[in-house]
């Protein structure tokens, strides 16, 4: 089972716009939540990350946002560009081990 | 500096048929993790190797084995495939055992079961 729920599957956007993916989790001892970007036929990257001790981490036009009460966290992905277009995973570690989410495909249409 | 190497990129294997995938890493780092990944399942947890010496299961390692042969290197093996483990499967490695501690992942092995 997953511990890290991940919403869309899939998004849409146009050049310019913005990105929102969430992601929700259940375990309350996660303390450190982050995002990794994959282009296809490679493997995932660290993109950024957040604990849970800050509400909010950007990072150029990557933008986490996170909400400790709701046990949700999102990646907004501003101004998004064409080379903004891969897959993107949430994750929440509890060592040794990482939960990821399902994974968001960004297609960003010029 | 390679980070994590993955070999075969690609390999299609008839059922029943055994193979072995490589992983290497040339960061020093001390924990190692096999996952596969498929559409709509995202990546999951096959084993993990904490420390040189050690291995663990993760979510879903039926049908599959490993070995950490050194700190470098760790291999996994289908004994005998299945058209279930059609899949991508990434090989990561990571410097430290804390949670802050980012994952560096090799290229990914497609491999097809027929």
């Known amino acids: 089972q997953q511990q890290v729920k991940q919403s869309p599957q899939s998004l849409i956007v146009q050049k310019g716009g913005i990105s929102i993916i969430n992601c929700a989790y259940e375990?309350?001892?996660?303390?450190?939540f982050p995002w990794y970007q994959q282009f296809p036929g490679k493997g995932p990257a660290l993109l950024i990350a957040?604990?849970?001790?800050?509400s909010e981490k950007k990072e150029g036009r990557f933008t986490i946002s996170f909400n400790k009460s709701a046990k949700q966290f999102s990646l907004h992905i501003m101004d998004s560009q064409p080379g903004d277009s891969a897959t993107y995973f949430c994750?929440?570690?509890?060592?040794?081990?990482?939960?990821f989410g399902a994974g968001t495909t960004v297609t960003v249409r010029a | 500096n390679a980070g994590v190497t993955q070999t075969p990129k690609f390999q299609v294997l008839k059922t029943g048929q055994s193979m072995t995938l490589q992983c290497a890493q040339d960061?020093?780092?001390?924990?190692m993790y096999w996952y596969r990944q498929d559409p709509g399942m995202g990546l999951r947890l096959i084993y993990y190797?904490?420390?040189?010496?050690?291995?663990d299961k993760g979510e879903v390692p039926n049908g599959y084995n490993v070995s950490r042969l050194n700190k470098r290197e760790f291999s996994l093996r289908l004994e005998s495939a299945a058209p279930s483990q059609t899949s991508v499967y990434f090989c990561?490695?990571?410097?430290?055992?804390?949670?802050?501690?980012?994952?560096?992942f090799g290229n990914g092995t497609r491999l097809t079961v027929t």
């Open positions: 990561a490695s990571r410097a430290g055992q804390g949670n802050y501690s980012p994952l560096h």
């Open positions: 375990n309350t001892a996660f303390d450190y």
């Open positions: 957040i604990r849970p001790d800050v």
């Open positions: 994750a929440a570690p509890k060592v040794p081990k990482l939960s």
């Open positions: 960061m020093n780092h001390n924990s």
């Open positions: 190797s904490a420390s040189e010496g050690t291995t």
